[in-house]
Every structure is written in structure tokens, then in C-alpha cells.
């Protein structure tokens, strides 16, 4: 588990921008057996990746007509339980962070995961997560 200090900033970076944490498995599922889209951010101290896909995300959020009814996170190696949770959700999908998923009444509908976010820019991600939401928000 990952020292708070260094988790914190990296989880504000989306909760003071409307995020909201599901930090248990019991928080996964209440908001993944709603209905609506759900957009969730498997965040990550990894620099190489995280570092690009928080920033892409927002940018996504901030510029895209059409949006999620939801804004959610987790922190992989912090969230535990609920990005366990998650991944049984993602299946089957192999273990990412950072990654993003968009859920639609509770069925994945779109993921991106880590070998698609390294070395990409961020605006790339803003892209795709854009074009996804024009097609299922």
C-alpha cells in the first residue's frame, strides 16, 4: 500500500475536479448496478502513464459536449478493495493502472488500458475518451 502523502495529490487531482472515490467493493457495485454512464479512472503513482492519463481525462471531461453521469476513481495499490472489486468488473481484461473504463448501466463499454496510455499524450486520451462519449453518453 502506498504512503498517503504521496497518494493524496494525485487522488485530488480528480476529486477536486468532480470525481467522486469509490474507496470499497460495496461502492463499486452501488454505483456500478446504477444506471447511466459511468466514467472510471483507475489512478496510479506510475509517472510514466498516470502522469498523462489524469490530464487526459479532464481535458476529456472539460471539452467534451456530451459527458458521463458519473466521475469516478479508485487508486490502484491504495482503494484496495474497490479497484480489486473493479477488476472483476474489467474482466477479461488483464490487471491495468492507471486505466480507464466507461460503463454504461453497468455494462463495459469502452477501456483503455495502460500499453494504450504509455507514451501517449494527453491529449490523445482526451480524444479517445471524447469519441467514446459522443457514442454512448
Known amino acids: ?25 460495496e461502492d463499486v457495485d452501488n454505483q456500478l448496478n446504477s444506471t447511466g454512464t459511468t466514467l472510471v ?21 472539460t471539452n467534451s459536449a456530451k459527458k458521463p453521469d458519473h466521475l469516478t476513481t479508485s487508486f490502484a495499490g491504495y482503494d484496495i478493495d474497490a479497484v480489486k472489486k473493479l477488476r472483476e468488473r474489467l474482466l477479461p481484461y488483464p490487471p491495468s493502472s492507471p486505466a480507464i473504463a466507461l460503463f454504461k448501466d453497468g455494462q463495459l463499454v469502452h477501456f483503455i ?25
Do not use: W
Open 41 to 61: 479512472m483507475i489512478n496510479s503513482v506510475c509517472g510514466c502513464s498516470a502522469g498523462s492519463a489524469r490530464p487526459g481525462v479532464l481535458m476529456a471531461v
Open 113 to 137: 488500458e495502460r500499453h494504450m496510455i504509455e507514451g501517449r499524450p494527453a491529449q490523445l486520451i482526451a480524444h479517445n475518451l471524447i469519441a467514446a462519449f459522443e457514442e454512448y453518453c
Open 1 to 25: 500500500m502506498y504512503p498517503t502523502e504521496i497518494v493524496l495529490p494525485m487522488k485530488e487531482e480528480l476529486t477536486d475536479n468532480g470525481f467522486q472515490e469509490l474507496l470499497t467493493s
